[in-house]
């Protein structure tokens, strides 16, 4: 085993592809196959499986996922001290975010662990929270911002913020009535929502299911851009969170009416495998993301959300 072979396997687990790791790597995909064939043989066990969309991380490649980039970090510390040069950290760390909260906090994530860490590497992946959570069970990130998560085992969950649901829709719209609207009453707004198992939808399903009640969703459409557009035209209403809909508002495309008797709350968390937060860049990761986001609600930046004290996690 030699560290070269070390370098490709984090990257094709990384990559969760051959070909994505073989463009990063700029090496043929043959000879990274066959690099990782040689690996797997000498330690005589299946880091990957192979499969038509990709790579899958085995458990027990996911353990040495974990040490071969501490390994890889420590040879790297060891060369700068060992020449003379200043003790820095050079390791990578894959955050996931989703897309609409994504778009609020990653730049100002960035631009801080560039300023933090300037020789680490900073992976962005972008998803819906349920795919966000497979990819932490496997490994691909090391650290997500789930919106509404459902309890996974072996993944600890802190909770972040919380924000007020509202009902979204054309200025135009019957319903668009500058007062709030009752949960009840929420039946005889036709809905354009995202199909199950979306983290916004479940959150709403669940609501619906506690109080006895049925919705009226006249379309399910999985892209938050062209449930807007839809909503625009005035073929129903949304379901989304202030900030989702902020600029929509302002620029008066959408009105947007609180959820009311009782609230609708959504409640975003970060989430990390139960065994990383013994890893320091992800501990310091999610710190960085704590501290953004906080940055980002005390200026009105992430409107209409409320930071839940970092006390209250346990």
């Not at 060891?78 to 909260?101: E, K, N």
Request: aromatic letters at 4%.
């Amino acid at each position: 085993m030699d560290i070269r072979e070390l370098r490709y396997f984090v990257q094709v687990a990384r990559a969760g592809s051959f070909s994505a790791a073989a463009s990063r790597l700029n090496v043929a995909q043959p000879a990274l196959s066959r690099q990782l064939k040689k690996l797997e043989d000498e330690l005589g066990v299946q880091l990957l499986v192979r499969h038509g969309r990709g790579v899958e991380i085995t458990e027990a490649g996911a353990i040495l996922l974990g040490e071969a980039e501490a390994l890889i970090d420590h040879i790297g510390q060891t060369v700068d001290r060992v020449r003379g040069g200043r003790q820095t950290f050079s390791g990578q760390v894959a955050l996931g975010v989703a897309p609409t909260s994504g778009l609020l906090i990653v730049p100002e994530i960035y631009e801080q662990f560039r300023a933090l860490w300037p020789d680490a590497t900073l992976v962005i992946r972008e998803g819906i929270s349920t795919l966000l959570e497979e990819w932490l069970l496997d490994r691909r990130i090391d650290i997500a911002v789930l919106h509404n998560p459902m309890p996974l085992e072996g993944i600890a969950l802190r909770p972040l913020l919380h924000e007020r649901m509202v009902l979204a829709l054309s200025p135009d719209h019957p319903a668009a009535a500058p007062e709030g609207i009752g949960f009840s009453d929420l039946p005889e707004v036709p809905l354009i929502l995202p199909s199950l198992p979306h983290s916004n939808r479940r959150l709403i399903e669940r609501a619906a299911l506690q109080h006895d009640l049925r919705l009226d969703v006249a379309i399910e459409v999985d892209s938050i851009p062209l449930i807007k557009s839809l909503v625009r035209r005035g073929f129903g209403a949304t379901i989304q969170t202030f900030a989702g809909v902020a600029l929509e508002v302002e620029r008066g495309e959408f009105v947007a009416r609180p959820i009311e008797r009782p609230p609708l709350t959504s409640t975003i968390c970060i989430g990390m495998p139960v065994e990383a937060r013994s890893a320091w860049l992800t501990l310091e990761l999610s710190r960085l993301v704590r501290a953004c986001v906080g940055g980002l609600v005390a200026r009105g930046a992430w409107a209409g959300a409320r930071m839940v004290e970092e006390a209250a996690e346990g």
